[in-house]
């Protein structure tokens, strides 16, 4: 019953991320795949009496439906949360969603026509270009540099489609450690992204997972709190700060954007769960966010730093391998020799029992196909010491492979 | 900004029953208005110890992200309390989703191009026509009657749509206890149903949140568990039956379009909640849906006797006012004579502090202004008696207006 499907997946492919997870369920594969929070994060056992208690007492609330626009007391917490940040919110500005993903698709739902076109970083969140994909965006890539989105380029970019006569809506940024990148975006660069958008009347949809994540260097206004206009969306999730498993974020919006985005949720799940949203509201109550994440920050610094030191110690010099040094966030990107196929060369990963995901599909232009994703979150700093030895053998037996293929060696 | 609005939300507007909602907080207000289920059959306790022990005990895996296609635990449950139901399916069958309400959106997102007509009731489920919306589905109505869709008037529908060149999809119905009508399809209209569906090539959405909420009558197969072509697609809310707050259901589906409904499911939310699904499938497999849902099914059978019995003390006879007595499910759906708008009306039963649903948001072609569905689940049978005694004062008080202003009285 084919015939039956519509535009929008007969073309999808099945997520390459999504079926990593599954390759990280057999126990003998070191994985660097999946963008997954470490566990040991996780606040478990307060959140497991917390969870009992507000079950037991308030049931008939949390266990209901709920207000599409989100829980008041989380949003409440939020706002609260956010003010030390610079960022002036009340909770009309805040919408609850389920998770930073459904954020995704309710911007597009909101604001998004098919063949609108956003621009979005070469690399970007692979599942940010699969949301965008759904709704037929096009999509438009920009290179990174080491200090985030090439802006000069983002120009060029924007007169070639204005003039093609292209309807220009957004452009989607992580400023802070990049996924899959790990790079973060300057603040001067923050402040010129903020007027490119006004002159051009572009909307800017911020994504902020990890920038709460920060272990190393000067943290960083989001441009969200620059903005006095209401033109960027910001969304923050829960995944990485608190647990992925709640399905929670919060996404800013002003006046009548987010009165869009809640007439866009209400058809997609009437409500995010209450009960995931008042667990996490009487945790940031109770406990305080920035008190966890302080906890957090060094658990990540390590492992980062586990892998910064294992790349140094395993990979082979002058072969033309680079990788990024991220200041916070899940995220280490290698660059391979030009040439090398980094989807090809993980089915040899795997034979070598570690996996990671070929950087290919965070590339909206067909490109990227020698760079790599590492995520050091879910593995232990030793285990990622044996499996960053695992993958130097494989990248050094790739590069001889190809100059021996070559004529070169 | 609201010039960067899509196409799709430009037209929308806010849910009645989503802004009548906040209505309910005002607690002097009686409403039937939500179609919410009643707390008290929430299995607060068992879930309040559940909670606790997996997020203690599990978090690594409970709070983590899942797969999109849900939690294995879970989906074998449902198979295994499926298949006493004649409905044979494996884990590979079900896709687990953040409630119906999404299901509907990855039906629409899987299957539905600009334009492709989907058939419903008259009235329909409000929640499915906002989804529809948001697709841009043209929505072709069909009559209800008293034993579910009219099925003459489909096949009209059908061959006119066909000889305007329309792109004909799916045929949605809430077969028991419909939302809002209370109607549930006879066993040979299920089956005509079918065989329409297959000479047509049309899908069936085949929505059950209510279908074991049955408190009278003799259980009746899904239309699911007559087709043996996998065109039915079969949603299960589990907002109903255990409890709305989890934001869980299941959907039904073979084959290419079981991959489908993943491929659009990744995008939207990456997966539902790890932790709702374990606590339902924990809860499945310590107590028993059977058994839960003996124990809840007396609840809404006395509000339901309580509220076809103030209908029958407090109404006037002989004023063109009938309702439906439905053998299960939340709702029963009154029409008053012709002429009476109860959209207007709601105002005045606001001030009498009474809330209901008034009908032609239910009308996909524009009719049932003299309509209004009453909802029991929420309110015990003694307030049901009063709120309904408010309610027959505001619907004599509008007819004896509607007179005096036509002169017959």
């Known amino acids: 019953m084919k015939h039956h499907f519509s535009r929008r997946v007969a073309g999808a492919k099945r997520s390459a991320i999504r079926e990593l997870l599954k390759l990280t369920e057999q126990p003998d594969i070191i994985s660097f795949g999946g ?27 949390v266990l209901q439906y709920g207000l599409t626009e989100g829980s008041k007391t989380l949003r409440q917490a939020i706002c609260d949360w956010l003010k030390p940040q610079g960022v002036e919110a009340t909770i009309h500005d805040l919408l609850v969603t389920t998770a930073s993903q459904q954020a995704l698709d309710l911007l597009c739902k909101a604001f998004i ?28 890539g920009v290179q990174l540099e080491n200090d985030g989105m090439d802006l000069d380029e983002l120009e060029e970019r924007i007169a070639e489609a204005k003039d093609a006569g292209k309807t220009l809506k957004a452009i989607y940024v992580i400023p802070d450690f990049q996924n899959p990148s790990g790079i973060t975006m300057s603040l001067e660069k923050r402040k010129r992204l903020l007027e490119i958008a006004r002159r051009e009347d572009l909307l800017i949809f911020e994504d902020n997972p990890y920038g709460h994540l920060r272990f190393a260097g000067e943290p960083m206004p989001s441009i969200c709190s620059m ?14 700060t608190l647990c992925a498993g709640l ?54 610094k390590e492992k980062r ?31 391979l020799p030009e040439g090398i196929d980094t989807t090809d060369m993980l089915q040899d990963a795997i034979e070598h029992k570690v996996a990671y995901v070929p950087g290919a599909s965070a590339y909206v232009d067909g490109g990227g196909q020698h760079t790599i994703r590492l995520s050091y979150s879910l593995v232990s700093p030793e285990t990622i010491d044996e499996g960053i030895r695992r993958l130097a053998e494989v990248v050094k037996a790739t590069i001889e492979a190809k100059q021996v293929a070559a004529g070169t060696r």
Chains 1, 2 share one sequence.
């Open 35 to 61: 963008g997954l929070p470490a566990p040991e994060t996780f606040p478990h056992e307060e959140m497991a009496e917390i969870a009992a208690e507000i079950i037991r007492e308030k049931y008939a609330n």
């Open 113 to 140: 026509d098919p063949g609108d076109v956003i621009f979005c970083g070469l690399p970007t969140y692979l599942g940010a270009v699969q949301a965008f994909n759904l709704f037929e965006v096009d999509k438009i």
């Open 227 to 240: 903005d006095d206009e209401g033109r960027v969306l910001m969304m923050l999730t829960f995944s990485k």
């Open 247 to 300: 399905r929670l974020a919060v996404m800013l919006a002003r006046g009548d954007l987010m009165d869009a985005l809640v007439r866009a949720k209400q058809p997609t799940d009437l409500c995010t769960s209450k009960l995931t949203q008042h667990l996490a509201a009487q945790y940031i109550l109770r406990y305080g966010l920035e008190n966890h994440l302080e906890e957090i920050r060094p658990i990540y």
């Open 305 to 335: 730093n586990a892998m910064i030191a294992a790349l140094e110690r395993y990979m082979p010099e002058d072969a033309g391998i680079s990788w990024t040094e991220p200041e916070g966030g899940l995220f280490v990107w290698m660059r």
